[in-house]
């Protein structure tokens, strides 16, 4: 087995054997064939990376080149694209946080309540359990189920099973105008959480308790049959 510098070795040799005699001369083709079968040899590429080394130092280098790309096109350098990106993120950021994970499916259509009836009292107190576990999810939608109930007990709304939030929110808020908005929030509120995949916190279910109790309090704006004396 020869060892590293074979060719370098072999070559001093020659040239030292027979000092009368003329230096010995290589041609070049199969010099750098010699030296090339040489530098193969294991015993050279122990140290080398790895071939994942090898690679992600590729990748690094095209990032590299791809930043210095897109920084010189950029307005101010470095600096410029370094804000750019910032500003990016923070739009990203600003969106999510204002709309929420994307819908898989809209609620609008499907029922407020479920198959058994329960009085506002109950999904009151269901809405609580589930609030003192930090279950806002169904927290949230016990609790307007309980704001609606309240409302048919009250003889405000009428008594119908396959009533949607939305619905709801619209027919009372011609008893109460004044709740008409926060009404049809909590009603988004409740079908972003029970059909839409969004999650619930403890600011949403306090927005919608604090509702409920105060459109419990609130007395109904009674208007006047068409036709009838002022």
């Known amino acids: 087995m020869s060892t590293p510098g ?16 003329p230096p010995l001369t290589i041609p070049r083709g199969p010099a750098r064939e010699a030296a090339e079968r040489e530098l193969s040899k294991p015993a050279y590429h122990e140290n ?6 090898r690679a992600l ?25 370094v804000v750019i990106l910032l500003a990016v993120v923070a739009v990203a950021i600003a969106l999510w ?11 609008s259509t499907a029922p407020l309540f479920d198959a058994r009836p329960r009085s506002a009292a109950e999904h009151r107190a269901a809405a609580d359990a589930h609030a003192a576990q930090g279950h806002f999810d169904q ?25 949607t939030a939305d ?8 008893p109460l105008p004044g709740y008409a908005d926060r009404l ?9 959480v029970a059909y839409g995949g969004r999650t ?12 409920d109790t105060e459109v419990a309090r609130t007395p109904p704006t009674l208007t006047a049959a068409p036709g009838a004396p002022r």
């Open 139 to 163: 927290a949230v939608q016990e609790r307007m189920r309980a704001l609606v109930r309240s409302l048919e007990e009250r003889a405000l709304l009428d008594p119908r099973p396959g009533r």
């Open 97 to 107: 946080w204002r709309l929420g994970t994307p819908r898989r499916s809209p609620g």
């Open 57 to 81: 130092n590729k990748f690094w280098e095209w990032v590299d080149k791809l930043f210095s790309a897109a920084s010189g096109a950029a307005p101010g350098g470095t600096l410029g694209l």
């Open 184 to 192: 049809h929030t909590a009603a988004r509120d409740f079908d972003d």
């Open 200 to 211: 619930a916190t403890l600011d949403t279910y306090q927005r919608l308790t604090a509702l």
């Open 167 to 174: 619905e709801a929110a619209t027919e009372a808020a011609r």
């Open 48 to 53: 080398d990376p790895s071939w994942f080394v």
């Open 6 to 21: 074979g060719v370098l070795t072999a070559a001093s040799r020659l040239t030292s054997a027979g000092g009368d005699e």
